[in-house]
């Protein structure tokens, strides 16, 4: 079993910033790509920002320029650092991870956290 636990969302004014950290736990052996969706209300989840085990990132572009993401292998971590935030960021914010949690045989688990709410509001 993995779980995966995020932290950091809240309420900010627009033009704040505020920093999702997402921790893996569980039956791991090792952790591919993580990324960051959100979904706001009445909309579709949406990729908002991606890294590969090795640190390359991609980014949606409405985000582009304002957020960073970024991950500690050693501790299991995904960080969205999230910069000059509008209104129309507000939305449940979810990790994701590719977590390997066996070689032999090769499982790999599409692990989910539970969301975190960032509204963006004056």
């Known amino acids: 079993q993995v779980q995966l636990v995020e932290s950091g969302g809240g309420l900010v004014q627009p033009g704040g910033s505020l920093r999702l950290s997402c921790a893996a736990s569980g039956s791991i052996f090792s952790i591919n790509a993580m990324a960051w969706y959100r979904q706001a209300p009445g909309k579709q989840r949406e990729l908002v920002a991606h890294?590969?085990?090795?640190?390359?990132?991609t980014y949606a572009d409405s985000v582009k320029g304002r957020f960073a993401i970024s991950r500690d292998n050693a501790k299991n971590t995904v960080y969205l650092q999230m910069n000059s935030l509008k209104p129309e960021d507000t939305a449940v914010y979810y990790c994701h991870a590719w977590v390997v949690v066996s070689t032999t045989p090769m499982r790999v688990s599409d692990s989910w956290g539970q969301g975190t709410q960032v509204t963006v509001s004056s």
């Open positions: 890294i590969t085990n090795g640190g390359s990132t």
